[in-house]
């Protein structure tokens, strides 16, 4: 799949989603927009696609920095007990430190997620029978197990809805002063393009990234970093969005190899695409009212991770 073809479907659905929604708007009145309209445009359907974009490719890239360090092309961000321990630090910020802003809430999230992360990596030292499959497995037991606490904790003190907003990715509520935390995810994804050859050897092995030179300890800290910032910020926005980073590194991979820096703009490019894609769908099919991207992607998501178990033997999975 060429570039040029995921940048043209990006701008179709891009276009698609400005026009789509409860407040009737049509190309057509562009000529002659009202001021309510010019207002539905800057603080509510600019915005949403924006978000849209950012976490899609920022999410996408995640799991495809995941997958290369941890060699395993069943790990991303949902199956490592990223998400969910980013979710609990997000808990634990509510719960502390009550007047805290969204910056101090992320901060507090991206320490878990990062903690979450590194003990997950840990884990798989430690695992001496690293079938593909029984990876993510232990994963998702992994964020199981965080899930349960946070769980707890919620319940204890009277937040589980507040647990299942997080746990409901929707874009519906993204509004002009409230997705802006997600331009976080911008430079770090710059910094994964910087990194993507080191990312790259040190997906190799740690024996053979050293025999390079490389300072294999050094590289893995700053991708789970760039994983655990990106979730953060993702899941205090948005909600948690599953399949994502599982399944877009995988598709990428099938048609255009291993190699990162080669990878890095296809997944960026289809995640976002696909992330638009079904927001579009979840905004039509029941209109006016809306379904939240975690069903979408889930749904459609679950299909595709199925159709690559399948397959799994045929691109050397």
């Known amino acids: 799949m060429k570039i040029r073809y995921l940048v043209f479907a990006l701008i179709v659905f891009s276009i698609a989603s400005i026009f789509i929604g409860v407040t009737s708007l049509s190309p057509l009145d562009l000529f002659r927009l009202t001021d309510e309209q010019v207002q539905i445009i800057l603080v509510s359907r600019l915005p949403r696609l924006l978000s849209i974009i950012i976490a899609g490719a920022s999410m996408s890239i995640s799991g495809l920095i995941m997958q290369q360090l941890s060699r395993n092309k069943f790990v991303s961000p949902t199956t490592a007990g990223t998400m969910d321990s980013a979710r609990f630090g997000i808990l634990v910020a509510m719960l502390l430190f009550t007047s805290a802003s969204p910056f101090q809430k992320m901060l507090v999230a991206f320490i878990f997620a990062l ?48 647990m299942a907003s997080w746990l409901l990715g929707d874009f519906s509520m993204i509004l002009k002063g409230r997705f802006e935390l997600m331009y976080i995810s911008i430079p770090l994804v ?70 990162l820096r080669n990878s890095l703009t296809h997944t960026a490019l289809l995640g976002a695409v696909f992330v638009l894609f079904c927001d579009i769908i979840g905004r039509v099919v029941i209109f006016p009212y809306e379904i939240p991207i975690s069903l979408t992607v889930g749904v459609i998501g679950s299909g595709i991770f199925i159709y690559l178990l399948m397959r799994r033997r045929t691109y050397g999975l």
């Open 190 to 259: 710059i910094i994964a393009f910087i990194f993507a050859n080191k990312f790259t050897i040190a997906g190799m092995g740690e024996d053979f990234a050293k025999n390079l030179g490389l300072n294999y300890r050094q590289v893995v800290n700053i991708g789970l970093t760039i994983v655990a910032l990106i979730t953060a910020s993702v899941v205090l926005t948005v909600g948690m969005i599953p399949f994502l980073g599982l399944i877009i590194p995988n598709i990428v991979t099938i048609y255009q190899g291993d190699h």
């Open 115 to 162: 903690l979450g992360t590194f003990i997950f990596m840990k884990i798989l030292e430690k695992i001496k029978f690293k079938d593909t499959i029984f990876i993510p497995l232990v994963g998702l037991m992994f964020g199981n197990i965080i899930n349960s606490i946070a769980t707890f904790f919620a319940y204890k003190h009277d937040l589980i809805q507040n």
